[in-house]
């Protein structure tokens, strides 16, 4: 499917159409975002998410103005009429007549079908997905130039990462159903296929990478970008991501020995 050719938005007019269509039916008026968010799919294959919801919002704001305009002047077109506001006029799901009485466009004027408060609800629900977009957008420009950790002997000795993979599952920091495969990964500086389950607590791991990293720098040095590294490559028991922000704390776990002698094998 392309949607040039099948759901086109090459014209203001085109645009203007496709969000007034959002007042279709009851279901799209009570429910904006969910009209708005099949409409870009429709779409996505032509336009950003973001220029789409822009774009969106940027037109119902003038469509809510030409409207604004209309009711100023009784629910008739105004004098000094634009296309723009014909189009709202014109509009069946807008300003129409009652269905339930018979030959009602011969005898009675044009009626509002929508409340006022439809465009500022169409509007605050496109302003949703333009926040819920840009916050998605942010969360992925934190994302880790690099995805793991290199460890420096890697290419040289890497039986020393098989014998810390074991151990670590002997002491019970590392799921024991963690293949070998997924762990090398890790020290690998490679992408991160499936993170590591860490069935310690979050402050022995904190110590593990600490010592890995600054301590006794045995991988390769990731500046300030380690604490994104390290929820990249694992994750806690219950399957989700680490807070960041919280891993790093500077708390000596009662584990510290268990886990520097862990370490040595990677000398």
């Known amino acids: 499917m392309n949607s040039t050719y099948n759901y086109p938005l090459s014209t203001d007019y085109m645009w203007f ?14 429910n904006p975002v969910e009209y708005f968010m099949h409409q870009f799919s429709l779409r996505k294959d032509v336009f950003s998410s973001t220029f789409f919801f ?6 119902a704001v003038s469509l809510q103005k030409a409207f604004e305009q209309i009711l100023s002047n009784n629910n008739n077109l105004p004098d000094f009429s634009s296309s723009i506001i014909d189009q709202v006029y014109k509009c069946e799901f807008v300003f129409g007549y009652d269905p339930s009485v018979e030959f009602a466009i011969l005898t009675e004027e044009k009626r509002l079908l929508i409340k006022e408060s ?3 609800n169409m509007i605050s629900a496109i302003d949703s997905l333009i926040l819920k977009n840009s916050t998605v957008k942010s969360v992925k420009s934190k994302k880790p130039n690099q995805s793991s950790f290199r460890y420096k002997k890697y290419d040289t000795a ?9 151990e670590l599952k002997r002491k019970n920091f590392i799921h024991p159903d963690t293949k070998l495969v997924n762990f090398k990964k890790v020290f690998s500086g490679g992408e991160i296929i499936k993170p590591i389950i860490w069935i310690g607590n979050m402050t022995e791991l904190g110590y593990f990478i600490k010592q890995l990293h600054n301590e006794l720098k045995y991988v390769e040095d990731l500046i300030y970008q380690k604490w994104l590294v390290t929820i990249n490559c694992f994750i ?4 989700t991501q680490f807070d960041r922000t919280k891993i790093g704390v500077q708390i000596m776990p009662a584990s510290s020995r268990i886990i520097d002698s862990l370490l040595e094998v990677l000398k």
């Open 17 to 30: 159409k496709m969000i007034l269509e959002s007042f279709k039916d009851q279901t799209s008026r009570d």
């Open 54 to 59: 822009s774009r969106s919002k940027e037109r």
């Open 118 to 120: 439809d465009f500022d």
């Open 158 to 166: 890497p039986l020393k990462i098989n014998k810390l993979y074991k």
């Open 236 to 239: 806690s028991k219950d399957e």
